[in-house]
């Protein structure tokens, strides 16, 4: 049924699928991967109706991540090789809805590994760096150290990267997963992270030149700007798998800074800019993570590197915020 939607497209051509389409990542994803694939071959799927961007670059389903046998009969009849897992609730959201958060986070991933060994094929899902906690280094965190989260979100990601590295190990699943830092972007706006600050102030700095922090002025996290986010993702999924030593999640580095460092960098584009601080429980989640990663494994395993730094990404982001402000 569901694959008549897609009879316009259903050539002998092995689809991607993007789960989750409409969030900070998919609309991303989508877009980069219609461009090396061909518009037609990547299906776009979100639990929300898309813009009208993503509807006409390609061919688009509304659909329940949670729904396994609709998710399931839309793989097989599309012959669907590769999968990207993106729906989910982040931390600030998830702390709220703690019990449907646990649901979309945990049956959503076990549904597609489930399918994905059945099937054969590769599966992104995506972790955080929310998998530490108050225990863990903050400096520099290694890839394998104290994994104790404080969050709920964090909890599910950590069950998640156990999932993965089970499925791999027992079934030979090829499943692929980044621990993603805070991501910045300008394209599709982020929704219930801690880390969303970092967007929210270009926004905030363009329309009123002033922003209210919910986080305090040192509270350092690692940060990446979504062109190499985006690219890690695309490098891990096309690295060769015998050079793949995790598969639970990989770290993966990126820059580091305060609200007050990238305060700063806004005020060099913007003299009349201002910041002030006004903690909340978001401060909570942000002290229990770490400051900054060590990517070294990834850098070995399969080349890893990040292009922006916070000086070439506020550039970039101003820019692009004031693009998008002005367009509308
Ligand atoms: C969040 O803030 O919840 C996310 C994350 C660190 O995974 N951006």
Redesign the pocket.
């Known amino acids: 049924m569901i694959g008549l939607l897609f009879t316009f497209v259903s050539d002998m051509k092995e689809h991607i699928l993007v789960i989750g389409a409409n969030g900070q990542i998919g609309g991303e994803l989508v877009e980069e991967l219609r461009k090396i694939h061909g518009s037609s071959y990547v299906i776009a799927t979100d639990i929300k109706d898309a813009g009208a961007e993503l509807k006409s670059g390609g061919p688009f389903r509304q659909l329940d991540v949670l729904d396994h046998a609709s998710v399931f009969e839309l793989i097989k009849e599309n012959k669907v090789r590769e999968v990207y897992l993106l729906a989910a609730l ?3 959201t998830a702390e709220s809805k703690i019990r449907s958060a646990w649901k979309l986070n945990m049956e959503g991933l076990f549904g597609l590994l489930e399918m994905a060994r059945q099937e054969n094929f590769k599966l992104f899902w995506p972790s ?3 998998v530490f906690g108050p225990g863990t280094p903050r400096q520099n965190t290694p890839q394998h150290t104290i994994t104790e989260p404080s969050t709920v ?1 964090g909890i599910s990601k950590l069950a998640g990267e156990r999932w993965c590295e089970y499925y791999h190990k027992m079934f030979g699943t090829d499943v692929r997963s980044i621990r ?4 910045i972007g300008y394209k599709t706006e982020p929704g219930g ?4 600050y970092a967007v929210s102030i270009f926004h905030n700095a363009i329309r009123n030149k002033q922003y209210e922090c919910y986080l305090s002025a040192g509270t350092a996290l690692p940060m990446m700007y979504m062109p190499d986010a985006i690219r890690a993702t695309l490098e891990l999924m096309n690295a060769d798998s015998s050079k793949l030593s995790i598969r639970s999640s990989y770290n993966i580095d990126g820059m580091s800074f305060t609200p007050e460092q990238i305060a700063g960098e806004i005020k060099l584009l913007m003299p009349d800019f201002r910041i002030s601080y006004k903690p909340d429980i978001r401060q909570q989640y942000a002290d229990s993570w770490p400051q900054s990663i060590d990517g070294s494994v990834a850098r070995n395993d399969w080349g890893w590197t990040p292009r922006y730094d916070i000086k070439s990404m506020c550039k970039e982001m101003f820019q692009g915020v004031q693009q998008l402000i002005t367009s509308h």
Do not use: E, N, R, V
Request: charged content about 5%; aromatic content about 14%.
């Open positions: 982040l931390s600030a955080s760096i929310a979100y993603y830092p805070g991501l992270g801690t880390t969303d």
